[in-house]
């Protein structure tokens, strides 16, 4: 009933962006329009940290508030383009007089700090690699990026340092300083403070000739076994970064952004440091974890206007029985985006009913390094959807053949692997140190993404699963998330996270861990029912045959909602990386 009503209705609630009508720029898009609208290096090429903050402080935004920093005990501080520029400049003088240089690996590992986001356009002024860490990973998922991404420098402070690092400094043989953000001394010729060499650094900095293929970050991701593999990026991307900015953002000038993501993952980085000052826009950064009461807060106060955020945080927010709109003043917010697990449809009729404005879900990879497919505000939006490909994305529906070829599907509403045509600027350039594995994402002219979906008549693209997640049960192949999203619907489900448990008889049955919403208590008579209610939506065939109560769904720090950790406990097999899973 809802998603019907939220289908015929979600137009009144879309609202056109100043852009050109979407068709029509796709017709005429190029890249070469969009690198006009930066300046270049007056040395020469492309380099992130100038055109994120470097031309903005040159010019009539030099005093605007750059960054809003919240800290976790009330603190806030504000920072203008000029201040960033300045305070950037330092770092990489500081980096300077240790004799780091060009492609060489700086790792960061710290909360949501003032100075996480100054050394990361420092690094880039450099024109060193910035390689993001979590500051929740335990030593060894930082061991293991720390060696594999050969880092020279670690940026962290003295609390984390000591419960995490310390016992590895005599296996990173590579590592030459750590840089203490809260130290005031020296520990070492090795252990540094940055204080005293930031308070010693000039605050002007050239930036040398960068190629804009130069390799500008490193992000790992988490593999289901074996080591991470580290995603190399590159200055060009940020054509990507604008670009999205642009149409799915759809960033005005006097926008105040907040992407509540950490920028130890991709988002955090592409979305909450590069892409919002690529268009002179103010950042908020909340130091604190998620508390819904600080968030609403923090929307209203801070006037708020374009909010980025995960469907984790959003399926929080659902499960609280209130009235956001009338309890805090939200009157600013104009656009919500969520990203990092595909957005149920349930989630969309929520910001409908309880925000007063849809939540725009959209889809990208660490590896594409921006977003690729979005629902956009100048659209309707299918509750449930992907979305349609940005300008100068083309992307389809493809069947991978057993004999190495691709066939491209034509017709629509057929499952396959959703793929991308290579070449768009922010594509990933290699996984480090593993040519072969990175060649093997690309087959018969299609970069091949590994999640499975479908396009429909309109072109919106609908997520089905993760190859490695589809479930096998009497001939049929099911997609979790289906199952996942159905169950969202029942009133005593706050997330679910399905699986395919190995069945002599049907191959696999489809089983569903399930958390309830506060104040409901689980019970066999609701298993049952939650079961019913799977069969009389979804079918038998596809409608989970087991149900399991749990407290939380284990997911990534990014949203994500880790399956194959569902799978690995449910049959006692070994977890692999569990180094992103969220506390």
Not at 174 to 201: G, H, T, W
């Amino acid at each position: 009933m809802k998603k019907n009503w939220i289908e015929k209705n979600l137009n009144a609630f879309s609202i056109k962006p100043n852009l050109m009508e979407y068709f029509h720029e796709r017709e005429s898009f190029n890249w070469e329009n969009v690198a006009k609208e930066f300046d270049g290096l007056d040395s020469g090429g492309l380099n992130i940290a100038h055109e994120a903050i470097d031309r903005h402080a040159n010019g009539p935004l030099c005093d605007k508030a750059a960054l809003i920093w919240l800290g976790e005990n009330g603190e806030k501080k504000i920072y203008s383009f000029s201040d960033i520029k300045k305070q950037s400049a330092k770092f990489a003088n500081v980096l300077q007089s240790l004799g780091i240089s060009k492609g060489e690996r700086i790792f960061t590992l710290s909360t949501r700090l003032p100075e996480l986001y100054i050394a990361a356009i420092g690094i880039l002024k450099n024109r060193s690699v910035l390689c993001p860490l979590f500051s929740q990973f335990g030593p060894e998922p930082i061991l293991q990026r720390m060696q594999r991404g050969d880092g020279k420098v670690l940026l962290t402070t003295k609390a984390l340092f000591e419960k995490k690092v310390r016992p590895l400094m005599k296996q990173l043989n590579d590592l030459r300083y750590v840089l203490l953000i809260d130290a005031q001394e020296d520990e070492s010729e090795r252990i540094l403070s940055l204080p005293r060499l930031m308070e010693k650094a000039a605050d002007s900095f050239t930036i040398l000739p960068t190629d804009p293929e130069d390799m500008s970050l490193l992000h790992f991701t988490s593999g289901t076994t074996g080591m991470p593999k580290g995603v190399v990026h590159v200055h060009k991307a940020l054509y990507n970064h604008w670009m999205s900015g642009r149409y799915v953002l759809d960033f005005h000038p006097d926008d105040v952004y907040w992407c509540t993501a950490d920028p130890g993952w991709v988002t955090g980085t592409s979305y909450g440091i590069i892409t919002p000052w690529l268009h002179g826009i103010t950042n908020i950064v909340d130091e604190a974890e998620f508390d819904a009461v600080r968030w609403y807060s923090v929307l209203q106060n801070e006037k708020v206007t374009v909010w980025y955020t995960a469907p984790t945080a959003i399926r929080r927010l659902m499960r609280l029985n209130n009235e956001p709109t009338k309890e805090y003043d939200l009157s600013h917010l104009r656009l919500i985006q969520s990203v990092g697990e595909p957005l149920n449809p349930e989630a969309v009729v929520w910001g409908v009913e309880k925000l007063k404005m849809p939540i725009h879900d959209n889809w990208w990879q660490t590896e594409t390094g921006a977003i690729m497919i979005a629902n956009f505000l100048s659209q309707q939006i299918r509750a449930g959807s992907m979305g349609r490909p940005l300008p100068g994305i083309e992307a389809s529906i493809v069947h991978h053949n057993d004999d190495g070829t691709v066939t491209e599907v034509t017709e629509p509403n057929k499952e396959g692997e959703l793929a991308l045509k290579p070449e768009w600027p922010s594509m990933f350039r290699n996984y480090l140190h593993d040519d072969e594995r990175y060649a093997k994402c690309f087959v018969g002219g299609w970069y091949l993404s590994g999640d499975l979906a479908y396009k429909d008549e309109d072109g919106y693209f609908w997520f089905v699963g993760r190859s490695d997640d589809i479930i096998k049960t009497s001939g049929h192949m099911v997609g979790p998330f289906e199952v996942e999203s159905c169950l969202m619907e029942h009133p005593a489900v706050a997330e679910a996270g399905v699986i395919g448990k190995p069945d002599a008889m049907i191959g696999q049955l489809v089983k569903a861990f399930v958390s309830l919403k506060t104040g409901v208590e689980p019970s066999e008579e609701l298993k049952r029912e939650l079961i019913g209610f799977g069969r009389k939506r979804l079918g038998s065939a596809v409608a989970p045959k087991e149900i399991e109560f749990t407290p939380n769904i284990p997911k990534t720090r990014s949203g994500k909602i880790m399956r194959r950790l569902l799978k690995s406990r449910e049959m006692g097999l070994p977890e692999g990386d569990t180094s992103t899973l969220e506390d």
